[in-house]
């Protein structure tokens, strides 16, 4: 399971933090994304990246954000705005876009009290 | 945007069984169909996709029919073993704007299989 990669696995923060989350992959794929997963309700993607330097908002993308300054990185920050940001989120990234293979990675559980 | 509806939520066969997972989706341009296997604890692997050129595809137990017409697609599982256990989700990409397509996921089936 290498190519992807997320860290930490385990996340606790205080409510009113930030907290960014990392995604890292050495698969040369271009397009990356990031997905929330809560209990019953599949995966929900936040932001994705076609390309370096270039980002879109997702479905549910209020109270994140991302950058994407290198090709094999793509931070996501949960902010304080973030209504519910106890979750699991998973990233993963493709060759090209969305008609393609999506590689994920292990996840990030974050816990926010 | 993208609605992709996902049926059974959950669903228990007997080992030896067949298991038949359906989704049906709505953006009538979408023409790629894959579907993702997550084992407990673990994140989802493409395990079959299809584009929407042809009708069927098989990997040895598994295989997905797509009609278009209809807009729904199925995963169906033969011979069932207690490894096949494991949330599947069914997804479909819809048009996002500025040339970007993005996957919709359906929310998943949790398949049992009993020994």
């Known amino acids: 399971d290498g190519g992807i990669t997320q860290s930490p696995k385990y996340l606790f923060r205080k409510e009113g933090q930030n907290v960014t989350l990392s995604c890292e992959q050495n698969?040369?794929?271009?397009?990356m994304y990031w997905y929330r997963q809560d209990p019953g309700q599949g995966l929900r993607l936040i932001y994705y990246?076609?390309?370096?330097?270039?980002?879109q908002k997702g479905d549910i993308a209020e109270g994140y954000s991302v950058s994407r300054e290198k090709k094999e990185s793509f931070p996501l920050t949960v902010t304080s705005a973030q209504k519910n940001p106890t979750a699991f989120y998973l990233c993963?990234?493709?060759?090209?876009?969305?008609?393609?293979?999506?590689?994920f990675g292990p996840g990030t559980r974050l816990t926010v009290t | 945007g993208e609605n992709v509806e996902q049926h059974p939520s959950t669903l228990s066969v007997q080992e030896g069984d067949s298991a038949v997972i359906k989704c049906t989706y709505s953006d009538s341009a979408s023409n790629y169909f894959p579907w993702y296997k997550q084992e407990l604890g673990k994140r989802p692997q493409l395990i079959i996709d299809i584009r929407s050129n042809v009708g069927e595809k098989k990997d040895q137990r598994i295989a997905v029919t797509l009609n278009k017409t209809a807009k729904h697609f199925s995963l169906h599982i033969t011979e069932t073993q207690p490894e096949d256990s494991a949330v599947y989700f069914c997804?479909?990409?819809?048009?996002?704007?500025?040339?970007?397509?993005?996957?919709?996921f359906g929310k998943g089936t949790k398949l049992s299989v009993i020994p």
């Open positions: 698969l040369n794929h271009d397009a």
């Open positions: 997804a479909a990409p819809s048009y996002s704007g500025a040339g970007s397509y993005q996957l919709t």
């Open positions: 993963a990234s493709s060759i090209e876009g969305s008609s393609y293979e999506q590689y």
């Open positions: 990246s076609q390309i370096v330097n270039d980002f």
